[in-house]
């Protein structure tokens, strides 16, 4: 059983950043794709960005350019550093791990969310 803490969301004005953590409760990135998804109210959850365990990133198109994911295996802590933020990025931003595998469903995990919301 894998569990993810999430910390760093908050108020903050458009054009400022934030720092989310994710923190995970054993060393999973070699073998775990991390990843954060976002949920705004009445919408459905989004992908935001995800880390393959071999070290591929993928951003989703709205976030490219501002949001930069990156993780420290020491800490077993995944961060995403959100800058120029916009009205349209407020959501409650969960951490995700899922370990892919071939013969069986996939493990996935979640966190508890953490909220962001940008003021204009």
């Known amino acids: 059983q894998v569990q993810l803490v999430e910390s760093g969301g908050g108020l903050v004005q458009a054009g400022g950043s934030l720092r989310l953590s994710c923190v995970a409760s054993?060393?999973?990135?070699?073998?775990?794709?991390m990843a954060w998804y976002r949920q705004a109210p009445g919408k459905q959850r989004e992908l935001v960005v995800f880390?393959?365990?071999?070290?591929?990133?993928s951003y989703a198109d709205s976030v490219k350019g501002r949001f930069t994911i990156s993780r420290d295996s020491a800490k077993n802590t995944v961060y995403l550093q959100m800058n120029s933020l916009k009205p349209e990025d407020t959501a409650v931003y969960l951490c995700?791990?899922?370990?892919?595998?071939?013969?069986?469903?996939?493990?996935?995990?979640w966190g508890q969310g953490t909220h962001v919301t940008v003021s204009s």
């Open positions: 880390f393959t365990s071999g070290g591929s990133i």
């Open positions: 054993g060393n999973i990135f070699k073998s775990y794709t």
């Open positions: 995700n791990a899922k370990l892919e595998r071939i013969f069986a469903r996939d493990v996935v995990y």
